[in-house]
């Protein structure tokens, strides 16, 4: 459909006289790089993971410019979503200036042209590898982050038609029992980073691998956060608004991070995910280094 | 905007990539010209085409070359390159038997209806290695003069056909003809019809699928045992599309491929003893390891009846860019993720010592 509109403004505005000239001229049109097709059959993928929060839904993903593993699910959506006004806000590990954070980043603007920042309040796309930033977020933002492994029950089961079962009949049983042994044989969950939430009193998902520390950001969140696995092509949704609980048990309250009273040694805070240096006195600082730089400035 | 606080990381990898182009492209030696990719590592341009899915030797030879002869580089840089077209069109279906061959090897039969071709191979060459220019071949030598292989078209025996007419192979022939499973557009996974199998294959990395069949030799898988190959061929199939106006058929091109029948002896307690079966192989190019295994797995594949884990390790764990770039993004940081898992010992280790 918008394959043939494409085709032909392309002959009316330039009149190739070629094959080669017709597709050299779509190429030069192409906006964040994937063709208006691949980024609309994206978007309805997009559509339906709101319309089921924490549903998988797989989507025909595409080789992007940077590697499966490398965040090429996170760009897809990002890519998909973005328009001429947007601002993208890119972080690795809660740093704007990760490199991977700053490769995406510039994929982004360099294909868009659009604006790019490292504060929240001036983004409306934030996409992330491994953290949520620390920042409130509300309705006019956007969280997309990159996943590496969609599935929560993989730990569990390998067999992906028994997979499709399990979140079918939402039979999440074996589920509690390994949460439950764990808990019995080590005396705490001892899952660190990803944790299973139950979305929406009906999917469970994998968070990513977020910290627990950010969890609960994503319960009744204003933000609409949007998952992109591009290696496992499928894409998933927490809409605003939503219920979203880490699986635990009415006796063992889910944990969050904690760093025994370690503050930021450059912004002396103790409440955002600290992260360490070894073998050092007064070793800690922010994962969030854009909040940090804020809590110092202000 | 925060943009200046961002610099430092665009530095480093201004500065590697600069490095990286540099470094190639200042290199002493003469620079390779595209030709001499396709004309004397044909080879490696055919599996990069095979493993892309796209056939375009030349954008092989381009990827290739900026990629310093990295083959999983050069699939991907082919890959995303392919993402930012729009499809124009949908070939028309070519039967297989429109092949015009280069070689065709028929291990199953001393005289198999139609030719024995070795053509261009390999196979039986002593492996040695040549030290010395002595050996290059010269124009004017008429002992190398090219045979005209080429112009030759098969009968239609192929060995499937053959054991058919023999009453020796079980028919599973279909009488529908769906559309195929378009792997690029829509992710596969079990259970998926055949044709997204054979596609998954088809743009495998080729190590991952002699990997796959391997593991049923001397690894813990016994999903196939030595098969008897009926087919290996190569050569050149048209192109043809339909016409926007008049509707015929054009020819537009062609491209080389790799096809195999494989022989499967049926032993299993439920099946036909009285018959084989046969497993078919397909890709891209010049790249008969590649399609040999594809045709194993692929009849090994049906035989396992979704009984194991088989289909989807071939649809789900043979793509060379799932795989490597998977592998390679451990290299990333993972700062939050394993301060979060520390967190964890230290808690296992406070409930261990009782303070809890
Ligand atoms: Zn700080």
Redesign the interface.
């Known amino acids: 459909m918008g394959?043939t509109e494409?085709?032909l403004e392309a002959t009316v505005n330039s009149s190739p006289t070629t094959?080669a000239e017709?597709?050299g001229h779509?190429?030069t049109e192409?906006f964040a790089?994937?063709?208006?097709?691949?980024k609309r059959?994206i978007r309805r993928a997009l559509l339906q993971a709101v319309c089921i929060p924490g549903y998988q839904v797989?989507?025909?993903?595409?080789?992007?410019?940077v590697?499966?593993?490398?965040g090429?699910g996170g760009l897809q959506v990002t890519l998909a979503c973005v328009g001429a006004d947007d601002?993208v806000k890119v972080i690795?590990?809660?740093?704007?200036?990760?490199?991977?954070?700053?490769?995406l980043?510039?994929l982004v603007t360099m294909s868009t042209g659009i604006?790019?920042?490292?504060?929240v309040d001036?983004a409306t796309l934030i996409q992330s590898?491994?953290?949520i930033p620390e920042d409130d977020m509300n309705e006019n933002h956007i969280l997309i982050l990159q996943v590496?492994v969609p599935e929560p029950l993989r730990g569990i089961e390998?067999?992906?038609?028994e997979l499709a079962r399990m979140h079918a009949e939402a039979d999440y049983s074996r589920m509690w029992v390994s949460l439950y042994e764990d808990k019995v044989r080590?005396?705490?969950i001892?899952?660190?980073?990803?944790y299973p939430c139950l979305v929406a009193s009906r999917y469970i998902v994998a968070t990513t691998?977020?910290?627990?520390?950010d969890i609960p950001r994503l319960h009744q969140s204003k933000f609409l956060t949007l998952f992109g696995a591009g290696?496992?092509?499928?894409v998933y949704a927490i809409p605003p608004y939503t219920d979203v609980e880490p699986l635990t048990f009415e006796d063992v309250p889910f944990?969050v991070?904690?760093?025994d009273g370690a503050t930021c040694r450059l912004c002396g805070s103790s409440d955002s995910?600290?992260?360490?240096m070894p073998g050092k006195q007064e070793s800690w600082s922010c994962?969030d280094?854009?909040w940090c730089?804020r809590q110092r400035n202000t | 905007?925060?943009?200046a606080?961002?610099?430092?990381?665009?530095n480093?990898?201004l500065t590697a990539e600069n490095l990286v182009r540099r470094l190639r492209d200042l290199d002493p030696s003469e620079r390779i010209e595209l030709d001499q990719f396709t004309g004397r590592l044909r080879l490696l341009v055919d599996r990069v085409m095979g493993e892309s899915g796209l056939w375009a030797p030349e954008l092989a030879a381009m990827a290739l070359r900026q990629g310093e002869g990295d083959l999983i580089e050069a699939v991907?840089l082919l890959?995303?390159y392919?993402?930012?077209?729009?499809?124009?069109d949908t070939a028309i279906p070519v039967h297989a038997n429109d092949i015009q061959l280069v070689r065709r090897v028929v291990p199953a039969f001393r005289e198999p209806g139609g030719p024995q071709i070795l053509g261009r191979s390999t196979d039986y060459t002593a492996r040695m290695l040549t030290t010395t220019d002595r050996d290059i071949v010269d124009a004017s030598d008429s002992t190398t003069t090219l045979d005209t292989a080429l112009k030759t078209r098969p009968s239609n025996s192929r060995m499937s056909d053959v054991l058919r007419d023999m009453d020796l192979l079980v028919d599973r022939r279909r009488t529908d003809d769906p559309e195929p499973f378009?792997i690029?557009?829509?992710?596969a996974?079990?259970?998926a019809p055949r044709s997204a199998l054979l596609s998954s294959m088809a743009r495998a990395e080729t190590g991952a699928l002699v990997n796959q069949w391997y593991r049923n030799i001397l690894g813990p898988d016994g999903y196939l045992h030595e098969v008897t190959l009926g087919e290996v061929r190569h050569g050149k199939l048209p192109i043809n599309v339909r016409h926007p106006m008049t509707g015929g058929s054009v020819n537009i091109g062609s491209f080389r491929a790799t096809e195999v029948e494989a022989i499967e002896d049926l032993n299993g307690s439920e099946e036909d003893r009285t018959r084989f079966d046969v497993g078919y192989g397909f890709c891209f190019g010049h790249n008969e390891r590649k399609a040999i295994a594809m045709a194993n797995l692929d009849i090994a594949c049906y035989r396992d009846g979704?009984k194991s884990?088989l289909e989807?390790s071939l649809l789900?764990t043979t793509d060379g860019?799932?795989s490597?770039?998977?592998?390679?993004?451990l290299k990333?940081?993972?700062?939050?993720?394993f301060?979060?898992?520390?967190?964890?010992k230290v808690?296992?280790r406070r409930?261990?010592d009782g303070k809890?």
Do not use: C
Not at chain 1, 33 to 38: G, H, K, P, Q
Not at chain 1, 115 to 119: C, K, L, P
Not at chain 1, 158 to 161: S, V, W
Not at chain 2, 339 to 344: D, Q, T
């Open positions: 394959r494409m085709t094959i017709l597709v779509r190429t192409t790089l994937l063709d208006e097709e691949s059959e797989p989507f025909g993903s595409r080789e992007m410019p590697a499966r593993g490398w090429s601002a690795d590990q809660g740093d704007d200036e990760g490199v991977n954070a700053v490769n980043r510039r604006d790019e920042t490292t504060e001036e590898r491994h953290r590496p390998r067999d992906i038609r080590n005396g705490v001892t899952q660190s980073t990803g691998p977020i910290p627990r520390w290696r496992e092509k499928r944990e991070e904690s760093a995910f600290l992260v360490e994962s280094t854009a730089r | 905007m925060g943009y606080a961002a610099r430092g990381g665009l480093a990898i991907h890959r995303a392919k993402s930012t077209l729009g499809r124009l378009d690029t557009r829509t992710p996974k079990p259970p979704a884990g989807q789900m860019l799932d490597a770039g998977f592998l390679e993004h990333l940081p993972h700062y939050v993720t301060r979060s898992m520390v967190e964890r808690a296992v409930v261990a809890n």
